[in-house]
């Protein structure tokens, strides 16, 4: 185009993914129209995944909130007319004033959760704000809470093995996650690995592009991880085949772990997870046999009521089979362990002590009966009505016409749908942004790319100038994004060197460096840096202490399980208004049979929390009696707008008190 300018600019992808990849964003005439991977980030690699390449269309689509505006229409009608800022602020101010004055601070609900990850636009002046106004406090519980709190149990914080070490190992288990869609950049490693003779091991109830190409497939019953684990444990300890020289030295409460394994034989074990046995004595003999080891943990195996031991179980058997020591040994959790900085340092507010509201108790939150009642909903970074468990209970709340509900985002979500007031939210490429990734270990802080759309202000304009208005700034507060970062990085015991690395390159590695070895290089970071494989406070957070096994039992009326998996097309509900078709549940063939329902069958799912009318597509990769539907769809993507979360419970795991989106059990109709 004869004039127009084109550059190529360096960013990040901030969004809920473990890879954090580094970006080339090219601009023409001041818009975005292509997003590329680079190598700043090693792991990027110079490629990204199909979703964010699709971000052009998020930015300037017809879905994109572009101005203020005040709801005008019944709730959740989507009729808004448009106001300034400065009127739209007003209202808020003057509201959230009143609803503090009248009821007390907590009746105020900041909610947001991993529509960024970055250290500006969560826990920076968001955080400032909500604190000094007294509000009530969230726990981000939705994902990753119980794995964390396992994981920071038994080992403190210790960083994991790096992808680029995956290749070193000779067995590589993958359970519980699914690199062909999410974190995709361990996916060459994996391969690299095969190529060189390594055996890979997928546990997943369903067969995966990589559990297709593995050497063992475990396709446990969703929510059995934990049986097979303390299985695999009590195997490798009466077999002679733990490493005690490594658990005398390096652990702590082994023997109560041992103890608690006793119960899980091979036999009961597969037939709680639905396999036969040889396969998991195939494993446990292969873990015991192959050095180097690594487990790929992931977060599939904490969504159900037994996540968190079934984490803490996982994250054990490197322990009891001595599997540290060596690179491309160990295991891989959140990377996030590799950093030493306060994230909430940003904020420069002490947290009140005031109530804390469970994410995942949104809809029961919002009751009117809930003592003392929600007045004002503050969301942003997030879209509840697609993401949160009881979806139908949200949906209800968000009626109240009681509730002063204010949403902060990018595009029309299904809950934009609901605000009282609308305000229109920048991407990451039209504000600075600074993050640290979890499958990947480096952080990068980048700036604009380009002018934001319309009239969109980032998070932390919108609650800076929140802060100014309302009289909640005090003097010497960080302000500027480069103050926020700073006072973070300062939290380091190596800030000096961050601060350096990020003014001349943007990016900065963590203290330990990019590939630390377990064990060699970075240790648990409990008090006597050794492993505690069975600690007092697990112990006492779980109902019936940890490593115990609560059945899920099914209903007569509904004995499938319903499973919602990650795909190709979003990041948790992110960038899923680009798919405009509806989707369907994926069913086992031999469950279709049973019910009469062939592929391409108008179906309705349902139990007492709700129902989802879709069509059915036959899929052998699922093991019989598990059903699948994606996360993160909207209302657009089923025949009635509801989806998987109007059919998922808001019982909470036994640790850290996370959703139990895989306990949801369901029946199938062809209607
Ligand atoms: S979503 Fe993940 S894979 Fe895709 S660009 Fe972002 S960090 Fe990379």
């Not at 129209?33 to 990204?48: A, F, K, M, Q, R």
């Not at 803490?312 to 009891?320: D, F, I, N, S």
């Not at 005031?354 to 004002?376: C, D, H, K, S, Y």
Request: hydrophobic content about 40%; aromatic content about 8%.
């Amino acid at each position: 185009m004869p004039g127009s300018q084109l550059e190529v600019l360096k960013s990040a992808c901030p969004l809920d993914c473990p890879d954090s990849c580094s970006l080339d964003v090219t601009v023409r005439d001041g818009r975005v129209e292509s997003l590329d991977g680079n190598h700043v980030n090693p792991i990027t690699n110079g490629y990204i995944c199909g979703k964010v390449r699709h971000f052009p269309e998020l930015m300037y689509g017809a879905d994109r909130v572009l101005y203020p505006a005040v709801r005008s229409g019944p709730k959740g009608s989507g009729q808004f007319c448009r106001v300034s800022w400065d009127e739209a602020l007003e209202r808020i101010a003057s509201r959230l004033a009143e609803v503090r004055d009248q009821f007390g601070g907590e009746a105020i609900l900041p909610y947001c959760y991993g529509g960024s990850n970055g250290w500006l636009t969560q826990n920076g002046l968001d955080a400032r704000f909500f604190y000094r106004l007294g509000a009530s406090r969230l726990a981000r519980t939705l994902c990753a809470m119980p794995a964390s709190t396992a994981a920071i149990g038994l080992y403190g914080k210790m960083p994991g093995v790096a992808f680029e070490d995956y290749p070193s190992a000779r067995l590589i288990i993958l359970w519980g996650v699914n690199p062909a869609v999410t974190g995709i950049h361990l996916a060459p490693f994996l391969r690299q690995a095969q190529a060189d003779g390594a055996k890979l091991v997928v546990v997943d109830p369903r067969r995966t592009p990589f559990a297709r190409q593995a050497d063992l497939h475990l396709p446990l019953r969703p929510g059995s991880d934990l049986p097979v684990a303390l299985a695999m444990i009590r195997w490798l300890f009466d077999s002679g085949r733990a490493d005690f020289s490594f658990l005398a030295a390096q652990c702590r409460n082994w023997e109560r772990l041992r103890e608690r394994s006793q119960e899980w034989t091979l036999e009961r074990a597969a037939q709680v997870a639905g396999i036969g046995a040889e396969r998991i004595t195939a494993l446990a003999g292969l873990y015991a046999d192959t050095q180097p080891a690594v487990i790929r943990c992931g977060w599939g195996i904490e969504r159900n009521v037994n996540g968190g031991s079934a984490i803490a179980a996982v994250l054990a058997l490197p322990a009891v089979a001595g599997k540290f020591g060596v690179r491309g040994g160990g295991y891989t959790l959140s990377q996030g362990a590799a950093w030493d900085v306060d994230a909430l340092a940003g904020a420069a507010a002490p947290a009140p002590a005031t109530r804390i509201i469970n994410m995942n108790l949104l809809g029961e939150t919002l009751r009117p009966e809930f003592q003392p009642p929600v007045r004002a909903l503050f969301v942003y970074n997030c879209n509840p009505i697609a993401t949160v468990p009881e979806q139908n209970k949200v949906r209800e709340g968000l009626l109240r016409e009681d509730l002063f509900t204010v949403v902060h985002e990018q595009v029309m979500t299904d809950t934009a749908l609901y605000a009282d007031i609308l305000l229109p939210a920048t991407t990451f490429l039209e504000h600075a942004e600074a993050r640290r990734s979890y499958g990947a270990m480096i952080a990068q802080f980048t700036q604009p790319v380009v002018e934001p759309a319309g009239e969109a202000r980032a998070n932390h304009w919108l609650f800076g100038t929140l802060c100014r208005r309302m009289g909640l700034s005090q003097p010497g507060d960080p302000e500027t994004e480069e103050e926020v970062v700073q006072a973070i990085v300062a939290t380091s015991a190596s800030a000096a060197k961050l601060s350096e690395s990020f003014a001349e390159t943007g990016r900065a590695d963590p203290p330990c460096g990019t590939r630390p070895v377990q064990f060699v290089d970075v240790f648990p970071g409990t008090a006597d840096r050794r492993i505690d494989l069975c600690p007092e406070a697990l112990d006492r957070e779980t109902s019936k202490g940890l490593y115990a096994y609560l059945p899920v039992t099914a209903p007569a009326q509904f004995p499938l399980t319903l499973i919602s998996p990650s795909t190709s097309k979003a990041i948790s509900s992110t960038l899923y208004q680009l798919v405009r078709d509806t989707v369907p549940v994926e069913i086992c063939p031999d469950d279709a049979r049973d019910r009469g329902i062939a592929d391409g069958d108008a179906v309705r799912i349902f139990n007492d929390s709700g129902e989802v009318l879709c069509t059915a597509k036959l899929n052998g990769d699922l093991r019989p009696g598990v059903a699948a539907l994606p996360k993160g769809l909207w209302a657009r993507h089923t025949h009635n707008g509801q989806t998987a979360n109007a059919l998922a419970p808001d019982t909470l795991s036994d640790l850290g008190a996370g959703a139990c989106f895989n306990d949801a059990r369901v029946q199938i109709e062809r209607v």
